[in-house]
T-cell receptor, first 109, second 117 residues
């Protein structure tokens, strides 16, 4: 399984962009990078995923490096409700994954 | 996005009893569902993969006779914690993968908090 590494914590000012990095240097050519977030005592919420092109949806943008060894999740205008643990995940073809510890993002007023 | 539900959301039981947790995909069919466990201040740990119409596959260290999984339909998987003990108290989360070709995204349920007294 491709492992991912993320910084344990980050702070961001409300209204500013939050940029969350992830390293996945062992990712295979056909494996997607997924991002989820988990607010306390809830199940993980799907945010976005990508293969090699940059992606954008109503929640966030995903920038994947050309060599696919790392990616950055961007929340363009962070709000207090974006405070959560953010997980960068690579699923195997069978759908299995290894959740790391994620990044605890704290958005401050 | 797709919706996955879990029932119950929280349950308290006595030691030695069995508890069943349901996981349903509400607006899509899921040939594969996954069960995770999360202890306080820790990350999610995959317990088993639930396959519709066949036996579940368990991760190393997870007792299949203690955590019974049944995936009877394309929208329902159940996890039964048998003879529960206080150390089984945890947050149990399921996820479901859309069965349509090319749909790899997993959607997670809201979780079930189990407390064994």
């Amino acid at each position: 399984d491709a492992k991912t590494t993320q910084p344990p914590s980050m702070d961001c000012a409300e209204g500013r962009a939050a940029n969350l990095p992830c390293n996945h240097s062992t990712i295979s050519g056909n494996e997607y990078v997924y991002w989820y977030r988990q607010i306390h005592s809830q199940g993980p919420q799907y945010i976005i995923h990508g293969l090699k092109n940059n992606e954008t949806n109503e929640m966030a943008s995903l920038i994947i490096t050309e060599d696919r060894k790392s990616s950055t999740l961007i929340l363009p205008h962070a709000t207090l409700r974006d405070t959560a643990v953010y997980y960068c995940i690579v699923f195997t073809n069978a759908g299995k994954s290894t959740f790391g510890d994620g990044t605890t993002l704290t958005v401050k007023p | 996005g797709a919706v996955v539900s879990q029932h119950p959301s929280r349950v308290i039981c006595k030691s030695g009893t069995s508890v069943k947790i349901e996981c349903r995909s509400l607006d899509f069919q899921a040939t594969t569902m996954f069960w995770y466990r999360q202890f306080p201040k820790q990350s999610l740990m995959l317990m088993a993969t639930s396959n519709e119409g066949s036996k579940a596959t368990y991760e190393q260290g997870v007792e299949k006779d203690k955590f019974l999984i049944n995936h009877a339909s394309l929208t329902l998987s159940t996890l039964t914690v048998t003879s529960a003990h206080p150390e089984d108290s945890s947050f149990y989360i399921c996820s479901a993968r859309d069965a349509l070709a090319g749909k790899e995204t997993q959607y997670f349920g809201p979780g079930t908090r189990l407390l064994v007294l």
